[in-house]
T-cell receptor
Framework: GENVEQHPSTLSVQEGDSAVIKCTYS??????FPWYKQELGKRPQLIID?????GEKKDQRIAVTLNKTAKHFSLHITETQPEDSAVYFC???????????FGTGTSLTVIP | EADIYQTPRYLVIGTGKKITLECSQT?????MYWYQQDPGMELHLIHY???????EKGDLSSESTVSRIRTEHFPLTLESARPSHTSQYLC?????????FGQGTRLTVV
């Protein structure tokens, strides 16, 4: 089965700096990679996703990159703000909407 | 508004009791999932379903069962609650993109 590893487990950045979270996956058949943000006491929310036919996708201050050869994908947050503080999860699946394999999460703290 | 609804939001129950956690979605999604999550920690898949009358076990399926008689409804039953079941239970659904989560049920077994 698929194995998704996520690093780092915790990350602290100064407000305005960039944050990068990295994930690797093992199943070369995985072709859909969503990212979730979970604020304290709230449900995980889908913030961005990427499919295997695309190398990069941007949405305002967040971007995701995918390297299929190396089997890794990353979340980039620029100009971080305190409201970006949350736990972020990456995930992989073989086809969109099938079983999702989640990373172990990254707790991001943005220091004002 | 299309969403995923979980009830109850909070539940305290005694050891050995049988409980059912409810999940309904108005998203029109075929696929539904149950995850167990301690606050801010990993998501562990308990059960999932690709459609009516289809259910599959995840990594943490022991001691629980699910049913999918209607597309929008995916209840989770713990046959005999134990303190080790104390956790948050998240229901989710998906179609052709990522999963969308309900607000969760926080279960405490005393």
């Amino acid at each position: 089965g698929e194995n998704v590893e996520q690093h780092p487990s915790t990350l602290s950045v100064q407000e305005g700096d960039s944050a990068v979270i990295k994930c690797t996956y093992s199943d070369s058949a995985s072709n859909y990679f969503p990212w979730y943000k979970q604020e304290l006491g709230k449900r995980p929310q889908l913030i961005i996703d990427i499919r295997s036919n695309v190398g990069e996708k941007k949405d305002q201050r967040i971007a995701v990159t995918l390297n299929k050869t190396a089997k890794h994908f990353s979340l980039h947050i620029t100009e971080t703000q305190p409201e970006d503080s949350a736990v972020y999860f990456c995930a992989a699946s073989r086809n969109t909407g099938n079983q999702f394999y989640f990373g172990t999460g990254t707790s991001l703290t943005v220091i004002p | 508004e299309a969403d995923i609804y979980q009830t109850p939001r909070y539940l305290v129950i005694g050891t050995g009791k049988k409980i059912t956690l409810e999940c309904s979605q108005t998203m029109g999604h075929d696929k539904m999932y149950w995850y167990q999550q301690d606050p801010g920690m990993e998501l562990h898949l308990i059960h999932y379903s690709y459609g009516v009358n289809s259910t599959e076990k995840g990594d943490l399926s022991s001691e629980s069962t699910v049913s999918r008689i209607r597309t929008e409804h995916f209840p989770l039953t713990l046959e005999s609650a134990r303190p080790s079941h104390t956790s948050q239970y998240l229901c989710a659904s998906s179609a052709y993109s990522g999963a969308f989560f309900g607000q969760g049920t926080r279960l405490t077994v005393v």
